[in-house]
């Protein structure tokens, strides 16, 4: 460990799986907290794939789910680095001690069950609070821990559609469309980040730790909020453009020269729009009355997307990018996996990050969210196989000997091995 | 106590959504945030609407009132000498700064992380950019659209046969201004440690490509590229987006074990069909179970479709437009919308906290009206040592 890391002080206790959860702990972990990473023999993080998964799932290198497929599952390994990797059962008496313990020496629990299943283990934030009287608790259920629909579930795809997002994605005329993602997952993920910081700064000038109460919808629908309020204005709900923008154009996806190669463009203002006349070599463009204002241009899309559609259409999406940002006109290519892996700016800012795993050999995943000057984010460990800081930690943190981890391993407290699955 | 964040203090040269979205998050969980417009017109996002007052667009543009609620604001021209001296007054009291101008642009006003450290050493300064500060698209100009190109989420959104498109909402920038939020309160605890402050590089198009869930690794795992699947989960079936009798529910067909709830639920022996029982039987058979669900579909209501999934288990939902979203049993239930009421505006629902911290003694969420162009120049001013007649002056000068 070279670098300061800001958050170096904090352990986190995580119980949440998929996405939400793991990425607002992959974002602190970047960070230098501490995460422990909790799982069940019986029904560990789902992303981890089935125990025996059919062959030629895409998600295990070169398709091959090989032996111990839950340890070589790419959707898991890409959040889980630099948090410790342990499992615990909760129903079995020696398991709960050993969780006790470790709910007493940590900082945070994070999880995201379904709504109530902690408690139903007797484990709720008041018998937590018992335990360690400073905890933060942050549970995240779908839809938060009160109302009609607390015991309801919903997951990343579900949330984009309750929260209005889906409503106003889509092609024109057409129906609404899911993201290419589950992009309500990382939006909760985020949000709950912060808020568990503010309540970290909080507790260290009070002493005081708190439940956070989690709902991914409300998170979902809090960052698009703006759209209520306009909604609430004018009366209108949002409408399915496809690419254009409600509010400028030129703005749209334009194909280019090879198969699904395509060039966007993204004009804001006048200035800018005068700049893309020149840079297409149109330059009468720009004193043509039907496109003289951002006003004028709206109105007349459809022209402008036949003028930019037949500019681009022999072009190469780089040259067409090129071309234009040589204007300063916002542009950029739509690019693919491989474009973003082999791109000279991704490249240059060590985007992405090169991850060796034990059981799945190196491999390129998402890089740090942000670059900070004095305490960057580091990849401590790739994301562990199941079990794998068992030892570790129950051992150097929490001080058990050996021969009584032996006990938990054989009594199946604890194991590296899967008992059972629950994948969605 | 009002706000989990009372006593930080923000100057805030953000516009826009990615930047503001940062500082809302601060000042509605209690920072004092000033923001700083360009005196006359403001945040630019002023001009976009719709406008509560026709009269007055830019005090009452949706966008704005959202993003800005609990904010101070503060006009200064930046690029006259004493506009520059005092932001850096300001700044010299602050913990943090935001701004997402592009790169360069905070240099040139004399504002860049060198001077602004100078005055105060221990300050947290966020940069929110298209590209990020460094590298060969530095000075890339970019709006969402572009953003969710070159971040690889355009690419797998929409169908097989059609463009690739981008997301309704803007939420390359707003995902952008959460994360820049925890980045900054990361860099908060660094500095409140150890006073040693710092410069916080955020790029919007990283932020895409940092949610891009499993995109970038399946390529790198097995050369399989991600495809656009359009309404249908990647290498799933039963599982998306469908039509039902009053617009279009999510169906969730999993985990596997509750799929017969599927058949049960719409009536239907033939969805019980052995072959569909696993995932990977209904990826292949993906068609004829759609045909199947929709003639069910089309008779049930949305929000009774999501319910009857819910009572079994399934993790159905349904497209929820504005009002959907206003008139939510759930949601008005739990309280969650903050009545606020603008001058200029007047009284409108907005969203409220996106997470709810309880400590029971205090509200953690500081919710405030959007404020006025330039409504906080004599507060603040004042606070730096301007009597009335001296801002009066600073104005005659254009400088506020």
Known sequence: ?424 | MPGLLEGVKVIDFTHYFAGPYCTKLLATLGAEVIKIERPGSGDPIRAIPPFASQRQPGESGAWFLYLNTSKKSVTLDLKTEKGRDLALKLVAEADIVVENFAPGVMGRLGLDYEALSGVNPALVMTSISNYGQTGPYRDWKADEINLYATGGLMNITGEPEEPPLKEGAPLSQLGAGQNAFVATMTALFHAEDTEEGQHIDLAIAEYATNVLENALMQYSYSGVEFTRVGNRGYGRAAWGIYPCQDGFVGIIAGPDQNWPEVSNIMDSEELADPRFASRQGRLLNADEVDALMLPWLLEHDKVDIFKAGQDHGLGFSFVAGMQDILEMEQLVARDYFVELDHPIAGNYRYPGPPISPDSGKFEAWVYRRAPLLAEHNLAVLGDLGYDSQGVEQLFAEGVI
């Open chain 1, 1 to 424: 460990m070279s670098a300061a890391q800001p958050l170096k002080n904090f352990r986190i206790l995580d119980l949440s799986r998929i996405w939400a959860g793991p990425y607002c702990t992959k974002l602190l972990a970047d960070m230098g907290a501490e995460v422990i990473k909790m799982e069940s023999l019986r029904v560990y993080d789902s992303h981890r794939g089935p125990i025996t998964p059919a062959p030629g799932i895409a998600a295990y290198p070169d398709s091959d789910p090989g032996e111990e497929a839950w340890n070589r599952n790419g959707w898991f390994n890409c959040l889980h680095m630099s948090k410790y990797g342990i499992t615990l059962e909760l129903t079995e008496e020696k398991g709960r001690r050993v969780f006790e313990e470790l709910v007493s020496i940590s900082d945070v629990v994070v999880e995201n069950f379904r709504q109530g299943s902690l408690s139903r283990l007797g484990y709720d934030y008041e018998t937590l609070r018992q335990i360690r009287p400073d905890l933060i608790y942050a549970s995240m259920p779908a839809f938060g821990n009160s109302g009609p629909w607390q015991n309801y579930v919903a997951y990343g795809i579900g949330q984009e559609q309750l929260s209005g997002m889906a409503h106003m994605t889509g092609y024109a005329n057409d129906g609404p469309m899911k993201s290419g993602i589950n992009h309500g997952d990382p939006i909760t993920g985020s949000h709950a980040a912060g808020v568990l910081l503010a309540a970290l700064r909080y507790r260290r000038r009070t002493g005081k730790g708190m439940f956070v109460d989690v709902s991914q919808q409300e998170s979902a629908v809090a960052l698009i909020g703006g759209e209520v309020v306009a909604y609430q204005i004018s009366g209108e709900e949002p409408e399915r453009m496809g690419n254009h923008s409600p509010w400028f154009a030129p703005q749209n996806a334009y194909p280019c020269a090879g198969e699904d190669r395509w060039v966007t463009i993204g004009v804001t203002n006048d200035t800018q729009w005068r700049s893309l006349a020149e840079a297409i070599g149109q330059p009468e463009l720009a004193d043509d009355p039907r496109f003289a204002t951002n006003q004028d241009r709206l109105q007349h899309r459809r022209e402008l997307d036949q003028i930019l559609g037949a500019w681009a259409a022999d072009k190469d999406m780089w040259d067409a990018t090129h071309q234009l940002q040589e204007k300063n006109v916002p542009a950029g290519p739509v690019l693919r996996g491989p474009d973003l892996l082999d791109n000279p700016h991704y490249t240059d800012r060590g985007t992405f990050n090169y991850v060796d795993h034990p059981r799945t050999g190196p491999k390129w995943y998402q890089g740090f969210a942000w670059r900070m000057s004095k305490t960057p984010g580091q990849v401590h460990w790739p994301s562990p196989t199941l079990g794998q800081h068992n030892r570790q930690i129950y051992r150097e943190l929490l001080g058990i000997r050996d021969e009584s981890i032996d006990d938990l391993e054989s009594g199946g407290v604890i194991g590296t091995k899967p008992t059972g699955s629950r994948i969605i």
